[in-house]
């Protein structure tokens, strides 16, 4: 089984910055990598980074890309999502994962934690 925990959601005004943390229990499971997704009601949940467990490659979709960082601790098994310059649009509930890197299609997930809620005002 793979546990996920994530922690770090709030509420935080546009130009903010916030730090989402995801724990993960691991037993008798080997994944390939571990990403952030956000879903906003109604719509279809999307990748936002992932991280090739191993390697250490994160990728990011275009509307994270330089502003957020996708980084993990080891020793912790623990996956981090640093969030800057925070807008609107970034409002969602994000969840952490887990699952196995494939050619072309990058990180599948198929262990979610139950998510943690990011509101951006203004």
């Known amino acids: 089984q793979v546990q996920l925990a994530e922690s770090g959601g709030g509420s935080v005004q546009a130009g903010g910055s916030l730090k989402l943390s995801c724990a993960a229990s691991k037993h008798k499971v080997s994944t390939d990598c571990m990403g952030w997704y956000r879903q906003v009601p109604g719509e279809d949940r999307k990748k936002v980074a992932t991280i090739h467990t191993s390697s250490g490659s994160p990728s990011y979709t275009a509307s994270a890309k330089g502003r957020f960082t996708i980084s993990q601790d080891d020793a912790k098994n623990t996956v981090y999502l640093q969030m800057e310059n925070l807008n609107h649009n970034d409002t969602a509930m994000y969840y952490c994962?887990?699952?196995?890197?494939?050619?072309?299609?990058?990180?599948?997930?198929?262990?979610w934690g139950q998510g943690t809620q990011v509101t951006v005002s203004s």
């Open positions: 994962a887990a699952g196995w890197w494939y050619p072309i299609r990058g990180c599948v997930a198929n262990y």
